[in-house]
């Protein structure tokens, strides 16, 4: 979503720090631009001019224009007032409540409401091991509680049983009573909705909360339709008042202005944001992370938690205690690749990392295509369990039946050899503990590449003290670290992207290394 407003702010950017020294006129001629980008990303004016007069008074002083990094201090700047108008720290759901408690989501008619209620019924069910209950009052809009019944077994979440004739208000303390009795932590109310605001919807949404008395009311609010979100935001809160905005479809192609006026012109916090139509597509808003990624520096923390929620830790260890030793079949090349497919492919793994932003047009380029992973586990999955144990069996009459079977050309399986025989050397190597990335990894603990030990949350201290490696003044990534460790297929050594060796097609430009196999390829 904020693709646009990121490349046209880090291009601002990066030529103030190209400049040995600054002046006022150089600092105010950035900020111009800044505020034109800001503004074209559709971010409310009242919050443009705050943004721009606040940056602007601390990066004229004397300290900033005459220090040694002048542009690296303008960035920090900025960085950190993008964070305070995101609302400074993220504020997660609050559930420091007696139970059962309600939390109650509100907003228009095809915001997704039912579609978010579910997906935080799942998260606070696997995340929080709270019992929920789900309960559709929207008796308006057809089927509408089917929808959420349907979801709900999806999902695994319990449903209230759908009683015909029920006002909404009934439905709710029904809801209540039924998670008194059958043990519940927690009830969502999916309220109805209208294609505008009105008076009955108000006052119904006023009849429920005093029925139900609920610990949350989270505003749910499509991030695609700009600054109506944010009246939206306004008025629900005048008339019910909100504790919290729920935003969907970040995913999407919008100039995100709305998430970064939210909080600034409602003074609520953005608690979590829908990032696609999966049921655990939810994410916690994190200001910080979001100025981070804004502002091309990845989101390495998010990457890590991603790692640690969606890779199998005992599938992990084994493979790094068989890496130690030096052994890294195509059965290990075919996990190692799952896990990345896990993680959002490639492209979504370099999304994350800091400094890529720099390299976009070489990455776009390049022609990754994330689909080249699924048709590398076929070739795999084409072969014999001995030839998958030991790929040096495989002469030319087997590739073309590997090929045939797997519907690539024999070009595709022995590309697939070749990355597999550098990614062995080089997991021989992290092995023995020769070169940067075994040595990197042998100081954390790292057996040979498996999923690395790390905390989140004090990675994300971390960052924010500057103590990780290769960051600006005041904890900001200054380029991209050397070594991430514990990523699929040996992943760990990106310095410049350099260390893929055998991953890709065509050559990336500016000599930032080959990715053999993950271009577009041919279509069968």
């Known amino acids: 979503m904020f693709e646009s407003l990121s490349d046209r702010l880090s291009g601002i950017l990066d030529k103030l720090t190209r400049r040995g020294a600054l002046s006022e006129a150089d600092v105010s001629e950035a900020l111009r631009e800044v505020r034109r980008a800001l503004i074209e990303a559709d971010v409310a004016l009242p919050v443009v001019k705050s943004f721009t007069d606040k940056v602007r008074s601390r990066a004229v002083g004397q300290e900033v224009l005459k220090s040694v990094t002048p542009g690296q201090q303008v960035v920090k700047i900025v960085h950190d007032q993008l964070v305070e108008m995101l609302g400074g720290a993220g504020e997660p759901i609050d559930l420091n409540a007696a139970a059962p408690f309600a939390i109650m ?3 228009l008619q095809g915001s997704g409401k039912t579609t978010s209620t579910a997906k935080i019924a799942l998260r606070l069910t696997k995340n929080e091991r709270r019992k929920v209950l789900m309960a559709s009052l929207d008796t308006r809009r057809p089927a509408a509680q089917e929808q959420l019944k349907v979801l709900g077994e999806q999902t695994g979440i319990d449903t209230l049983p759908i009683v ?5 208000v009934q439905i709710a303390s029904r809801a ?13 109310l999916d309220t109805a909705g209208r294609t505008h605001i009105d008076e009955p919807l108000m006052v119904e949404m006023a ?5 139900t008395n609920p610990h949350e009311i989270l505003l749910v609010a499509d991030s695609l339709t700009g600054q109506d979100a944010v009246n939206l935001a306004t008025s629900f809160d005048e008339r019910v008042g909100i504790t919290g905005i729920v935003l969907t479809r970040m995913d999407g192609d919008g100039r995100g202005g709305a998430a970064l006026s939210m909080r600034a012109v409602t003074g609520k916090p953005v608690k979590l944001v829908g990032t696609g139509e999966k049921a655990d597509a939810l994410e916690e808003f994190h200001p910080a992370r979001i100025a981070d990624r804004i ?5 390495i923390v998010s990457l890590v938690e991603k790692a640690a929620r969606e890779l199998d830790q ?4 084994k493979m790094a205690a068989r890496m ?3 052994n890294f079949d195509l059965e290990d090349l075919a996990e190692q690749l799952r896990q990345m497919e896990k993680l959002g492919g490639m492209s979504g793994i370099m999304g994350m990392m800091p400094g890529v932003g720099k390299i976009k047009k070489q990455l776009d380029a390049a022609n990754i295509d994330d689909r080249v992973i699924k048709r590398q586990v076929a070739i795999i999955q084409s072969m014999t369990p001995q030839e998958r144990r030991k790929p040096d069996i495989l002469k030319a009459s087997r590739k ?25 050397d080089m997991m021989k190597q992290m092995g023995k503990g020769k070169g940067l990335l075994g040595k990197m990894m042998g100081g954390m603990g790292l057996p040979g590449g498996g999923m690395p030990n790390i905390d989140p949350k004090e990675l994300e201290r971390m960052a924010q003290s500057g103590q990780l490696p290769g960051q600006l003044p005041g904890g900001l990534p200054g380029q991209m670290p050397g070594q991430m460790p514990g990523l699929p297929g040996g992943l760990g050594g990106l310095s410049g992207l350099g260390g893929l060796g055998g991953l890709g097609g065509p050559k990336l430009p500016g000599g930032l290394g080959g990715l053999p196999g993950l271009g577009r390829g041919k279509k069968k």
């Not at 024999?410 to 990614?423: E, S, T, W």
Request: charged share 25%; no cysteine.
């Open 295 to 299: 502002l091309g520096m990845g989101d």
């Open 400 to 424: 073309k039946r590997i090929a045939t079977g797997s519907g690539v050309d024999v070009a595709d399986v022995n590309k697939l050899l070749k990355m597999h025989r550098q990614m062995a």
């Open 164 to 168: 015909a004739g029920q006002t909404p």
């Open 314 to 317: 005992e599938k992990a260890a």
């Open 176 to 188: 209540m009573t039924a998670a008194r009795l059958g043990g519940y932590d927690i009830v969502m």
């Open 207 to 211: 009849e429920i909360k005093a029925a």
């Open 105 to 107: 989501m509100v907003g």
């Open 324 to 326: 130690q030793k030096g």
